[in-house]
């Protein structure tokens, strides 16, 4: 089956989208994505996630307007389009056509939106838990990009793979100042004693849409919620850990490494989270 893409403001078929080879997404890897999850042809926090596309295009591109990007009802004809109702929906900016001359032309970006079939984390993994590995690379304070999502995703996608050849779900990140950071794709919460606590945003690591309603949904449940540097100890003596990303929504984490989180249990506080931040997507995304 041919796919439908949404590039530049128009839907065309996947053989009659074309990019320069002169965009700078091409030649230097100037651009941003997001991925966004999709239930019942509806993308659950879609504004959110537009909002800091357009915060990290305004500090790393070029000013972009919440009317250049596609708006709710063409990623819903995007889905319709490719006959899907749950959808992993990417969205990728880049920086368009590095020959344009900079004192006549305006900045023209790349705009383009695909939809493909959602392929849920296993049912099992939320049950049991997962285990992850500490990654070899560190984040750098100082690096211009940390805390976006660039597509220079390289260093996150090697980190990832040495997790998978460990039989391991993610790669965790610490800072050169060996400060916890994040996971190649996800942001990371730990339970101690009953508080929750997430790296702060100047870790630096990315403001997650999931992080952000973790952070949310653990305030109306009366769960104490911290933003605070932590070390490898804390990791390693927590009583939870969770991952959290748009596809795999929180993630309870069992094993780190050869190190058991909690005797190897999924935690309460995780359960309590993921069938709350369920309910939330279930309530936006209902088929109205």
């Known amino acids: 089956m041919t796919q439908t893409v949404y590039l530049n403001g128009q839907f065309l078929s996947e053989a009659d989208a074309k990019v320069s080879i002169h965009d700078g997404g091409w030649l230097h890897g100037a651009g941003l994505f997001e991925t966004m999850r999709a239930e019942n042809a ?6 959110r996630h537009l ?18 990007l596609p708006s709710t009802s063409a990623i819903r004809e995007l889905m319709h389009r490719n006959d899907l109702r749950s959808a992993r929906v990417r969205l990728t900016v880049t920086a ?11 900045p023209m970006l790349t705009v383009c939106a695909t939809a493909s079939r959602l392929f849920p984390y296993p049912r099992d993994l939320y049950e049991k838990g997962a285990h992850v590995m500490i990654c070899e690379f560190r984040t750098s304070p100082s690096d211009p990009v940390a805390g976006h999502k660039t597509t220079g995703y390289l260093p996150r996608l090697l980190g ?3 997790a998978q050849r460990a039989e391991c779900l993610e790669a965790v990140w610490f800072t050169t100042a060996n400060r916890l950071a994040e996971g190649s794709i996800s942001n990371v919460f730990v339970v101690r004693k009953g508080v929750l606590k997430t790296p702060p945003l100047d870790t630096p690591v990315l403001p997650g849409i999931v992080r952000k309603e973790v952070l949310d949904i653990a305030r109306a449940l009366n769960v104490e919620a911290q933003e605070a540097p932590i070390t490898i100890d804390e990791l390693l003596d927590a009583d939870e850990v969770l991952l959290t990303n748009t596809m795999m929504q929180i993630m309870p984490v069992v094993r780190i490494e050869r190190h058991d989180i909690a005797e190897g249990r999924v935690g309460p506080i995780a359960k309590k989270l993921l069938e709350e931040y369920r309910n939330r997507v279930k309530k936006e995304c209902s088929d109205k």
């Not at 909002?51 to 250049?68: F, I, Q």
């Not at 368009?96 to 900079?102: E, F, N």
Request: proline share 5%; hydrophobic share 30%; glycine share 6%.
């Open 42 to 47: 509806r993308v659950f926090r879609f504004d």
């Open 51 to 68: 909002e800091r596309l357009c915060n990290s295009a305004r500090k790393l591109l070029t000013p972009l307007e919440r009317d250049g």
């Open 96 to 106: 368009g056509s590095m020959h344009a001359d900079p004192e006549t032309d305006a």
């Open 160 to 162: 990832l793979r040495e």
